[in-house]
């Protein structure tokens, strides 16, 4: 069991004041005791503490009609620049944001999923990264630092980290990885990455615990209690897309039958549509993201069309009952999703899941959850991935004292 | 987010004193700075003023061959008598125990399930406790404290305590039983009080995270996570029992269909008999508990019964299937099964319910994992909710500062 001490506690009131300044854009220290409930004293001593330390800065000073004059403060965005870098099977997406969180830059590379040797795959990266500080002239030591998210990384009890499914790297790769991008870096994996975002600018500034659902080709949740990210034994916790929807159901990509991604993912969702209509003319649309808006489009459309009706209704009630399933064992305060097919179909999936995860949750749990799009939009594991090495750096200034998982 | 505190780390290391000496049964100072890696200092801090507040108590004092005499101490048995007391839908069942958590007598009462009246529930409850008392001769003064579990306690935001299904006790119920009892009560569910078990005498002392899986005519989790219960939002995490196992299957006690219980509760498991052999012997024994020992010897009797062979494989199936979902989402160290089903058919489901459940786990959160028979027997939501009663004894005392759901 990790040892909490008191400088685990002065860090924690660190995150209050960080999340709820991130979350205010500006703010003062009174509107900080107010929102974070924190003492007088305390957020005196923190926000000086963060000032000092460059992490805030103070952008106006405002006379009041009455009394001393107001410092109003908020992110300071000059301290540096941050990368989140979402490496995925078939791409390389990476943003740079200055240390407010807004984006500065963006851009991505498409990768050939066939190529798994490291060598390749570390020199994407590297080139994604060149590009970004190229295209706005910033030089690394202009960057505190990036973060990774790779597909599957899990940590064995050894601590070294290996990448699943079918990348196996371990220190070497990992070494050379941080070579080439010759940036302090951290590494996690999507769900954590993900839901590191709503931790910091969407629920998880109201909500104790809270479960994020991303929606795409693949699905899986991530999972906030009490304020921190579930991560388990492996860092794996959260694999939800892979329980089961079905025992002997559909085979899914994992090899595995019957996952709630095999119902609910991209594909899954396009299987539900050729199942009702088989010579349905997006039946065969090759592209998952074309598919997806065509399908939300004909689902609303004036024109009737009860297979696409259907198909978003049956997919409504997957989602529906594998959400109740998270409900059960967690129990969360909140659900949110995120992710592209969220983005495309979600306000048509929202309501009617909604009801039959609440009617499908045990006892009063269904009752109590709230099911929501996420408020944090864009790539949340871009944006999570950052946000992680932006702890990272507040972690190295010795002023939190999270603990994140692979730091290179 | 709750907010910790140096007492809560202080508590955090008494509780892993308090681990090791209930291991232990006896210890020395020296091995406890083995067992639980605390300084030397701080366990000598801890079990002085354990000591000095009757928690501990010296047992003896050897006199090595070199140097001062070594104290040895264990639990102080004397301090006073606990009671742990189940109350489930069919019977009422209560243990006293000492306060070194020695079992000092047991009683139990049938109650009719139809039978929801609030006062006739709160007076069973109360003859059993009179008895408990009457029959050691120790009078309520002599009882630090009650603990017991109530069927699907729930917690609301507004702190108040609900009972489900079919029950609905507000605080007026609540207030009765603390009346009728007389002595200070914590209330929790079963799920919660048998995980609690696990927690203080089983793998809780080794593992950071763990799932106990309790088989019976119900089944459902407790999960413990960083050494702390997991509750949710309304009290209710853990019910794996009734997360899915088969969409739109098995028709569930709860009323949804296709919930694990369904398949592996008692009933289920007699339910699989039926569809493989519905004219099988012992597809119609009435008694659950009968049907249970009389599966277990048939399926491993010399004399083949197919039927009861593939009931065993089936319900291990299952139960791997649901396991690695379990795993899927939390991803626990180790997870342990108890419960009377697993007292007489845990031996043969074990090792093909490791199998699947590890084939069956997402990335390698499968191959992290053990899985168990609870090494804490009897019964264990009768000694888990006598614990949480003790513990609750510790915070009045100031000791130790855990959040405790119901205290009356």
Redesign the interface.
Known sequence: ??????R??RS??MI?VLHAVLSAGETTRNDLMRSTGLSPATVVTIVNELIEADVLAETKVSAGRVGRPTSIFGMNAARGRILGIDVAETYVRATMFDTALNQVSYTESARDEHVLEPGSIVETIGLVVDELLQSEGVCREGVLGAGISLP?L?Q??SGMA?V??NWEWRSVELDRLRERVGLPLVIDNPLKAMVNAERWLGRGRSA??LATVNLGTGVG?G?V???EV??????????????????D?RLCR?G?RGCVEAYIGVPGIQHTLRELAPSHPLADVELQSDFISLLAHAAESSTPDDAARETVARTAY?LG??L???V??????VVTLTGWTTWALGGQLLSPARERMRS?S????GA??ELEISAVRGNPVVTGIAMIALERSLVDAGLLTTRIPVVL
């Open positions: 069991m990790p040892r909490r001490t008191s685990d506690i924690d009131s209050d599957g899990i064995e009890p290996v699943v499914p104790a615990s949740a999972i209690l009490e304020g579930l991560r388990g034994a492996t860092n794996s916790a959260g694999e939800w897309g892979h329980s089961l929807l079905m025992l159901g994992c595995r997957y009952s594998a109740a399933d998270l059960a064992v967690v129990n969360p305060d499908q045990p006892g009063r749990a109590a959850v």
